[in-house]
Structures are given as structure tokens and as C-alpha cells.
T-cell receptor
Framework: KAGVTQTPRYLIKTRGQQVTLSCSPI?????VSWYQQTPGQGLQFLFE???????NKGNFPGRFSGRQFSNSRSEMNVSTLELGDSALYLC????????????FGPGTRLTVL | KNQVEQSPQSLIILEGKNCTLQ??????????LRWYKQDTGRGPVSLTI?????NTKSNGRYTATLDADTKQSSLHITASQLSDSASYIC??????????????FGKGTSLLVTP
């Protein structure tokens, strides 16, 4: 069974631009969660999607948004990029919502210049 | 102040030795506590997940313990191997209204196992 895939793996943007990251969960998994990881803050939860609806949200500004499609694939978007948005963005999938057994993808490394 | 504190921040041990990583938390109420292993450049991998009623759980050479009264958890690694070199992250989940959950992350312990 294929694992969680994230695209792209690496991305370089400049301040003010926007970016869209993609996550394909494990087949049959219906919950997708997004996380930001930086050396200073560690892992931080962004949001969780289940059945195309955002079910949980972390403490991030509205520039961070996401969505989930009917096939459970998810995208997250960051608008008006800031230097501090440089981070590893991780996606995790699980069968159901509630943060039960989660499987993480390899992440997308975003660098904002 | 972070509600999940991990110690030590980093640790170097010799291959074959045992080690114990600590996680203290203040969040309440408590839903579950997880330990993740994250290799450099890769996503975290779940090692154990424990609910309030569980006080120990093993996954091969990894054994996690939980004392919900003192709000402390530890991850014990037995007979360490070079492949154990990674960051170990403790995560405490708390429920809140409307069937939501909050995730509280520790900043991790970086473990280096040397030959």
C-alpha cells in the first residue's frame, strides 16, 4: 500500500507570493491533517480535514487555508508569504478523524526569500 | 510557556546502551499521549499511543510509560542501534467542545547513537 505522498518536495518562493501544497493520503484514509515544523517552534498543528470539511484548526493566521477533495486528497494554501513561513510542511493521514493512528508524508520544504 | 516539556534536549549514547527520554505535560484534560520518531529529512513515525488508562506500551525495543497522576511520560530505548539516531517527539492530545481536539507538541529530544 502506498504511503502518504506530498508534492512538491521542495519549493522556493519570495515574500508576498502565494503557494499551494498537495497531499495524497493513504488509500482508504479519510482524515488529513497538516503541520508546520520549524527548528524554533517544532511541530505545530495547522488543521484537520475529514469528509471535505475542516474539523479542527490550530492557531495560525487566515493566510493559511486548506481544503479536501472528495477523493480525500488535500491541499493547503499560504497567501502573502512571509519569511517566517519558511518551514517543513507535513501532511498526515488516518482512517478516521480524531488523530488516531496517523501516518506522515515526507513533507514539503518551503523556503521564502 | 510550552505545555509539553521534553528532556533532555539532546542526548548522545553509545551503541548498545539503553536510554530514557522524558516528557512532562501540564495540559488538561487529557485524551492521549503519543511518541513519534523523526529521522532527519523525513516525516514523523508513530511509536506508541497511550490513553489515560494505560501506563505502559511497548513497540519492539521502545517502551513508553505514562503516569497520568504526575503528568509524566518516558520513552525507554533498549539496546540502542545506530538507526535509533533521530528526534523523538512527545504529543499530548486534549479534547475540547464540539468534538474537537487540540494537539500539544514537545520540541523533541535529539538522540545520537555513536559506534
Amino acid at each position: 500500500k502506498a504511503g502518504v505522498t506530498q508534492t512538491p518536495r521542495y519549493l522556493i518562493k519570495t515574500r508576498g507570493q502565494q503557494v499551494t501544497l498537495s497531499c495524497s493520503p493513504i488509500s482508504g484514509h479519510r482524515s488529513v491533517s497538516w503541520y508546520q515544523q520549524t527548528p524554533g517552534q517544532g511541530l505545530q498543528f495547522l488543521f484537520e480535514y475529514f469528509s471535505e470539511t475542516q474539523r479542527n484548526k490550530g492557531n495560525f493566521p487566515g493566510r493559511f487555508s486548506g481544503r479536501q477533495f472528495s477523493n480525500s486528497r488535500s491541499e493547503m494554501n499560504v497567501s502573502t508569504l512571509e519569511l517566517g513561513d519558511s518551514a517543513l510542511y507535513l501532511c498526515a493521514s488516518s482512517l478516521d478523524r480524531g488523530f488516531n493512528e496517523q501516518f506522515f508524508g515526507p513533507g514539503t520544504r518551503l523556503t521564502v526569500l | 510557556k510550552n505545555q509539553v516539556e521534553q528532556s533532555p534536549q539532546s542526548l548522545i549514547i553509545l551503541e548498545g546502551k539503553n536510554c530514557t527520554l522524558q516528557c512532562n505535560y501540564t495540559v488538561s484534560p487529557f485524551s492521549n499521549l503519543r511518541w513519534y520518531k523523526q529521522d532527519t529529512g523525513r516525516g514523523p513515525v508513530s511509536l506508541t499511543i497511550m490513553t489515560f488508562s494505560e501506563n505502559t506500551k511497548s513497540n519492539g525495543r521502545y517502551t513508553a510509560t505514562l503516569d497520568a497522576d504526575t503528568k509524566q511520560s518516558s520513552l525507554h530505548i533498549t539496546a540502542s542501534q545506530l538507526s535509533d539516531s533521530a528526534s523523538y517527539i512527545c504529543v499530548v492530545t486534549t479534547p475540547y467542545s464540539n468534538s474537537g481536539y487540540a494537539l500539544n507538541f514537545g520540541k523533541g529530544t535529539s538522540l545520537l547513537v555513536t559506534p
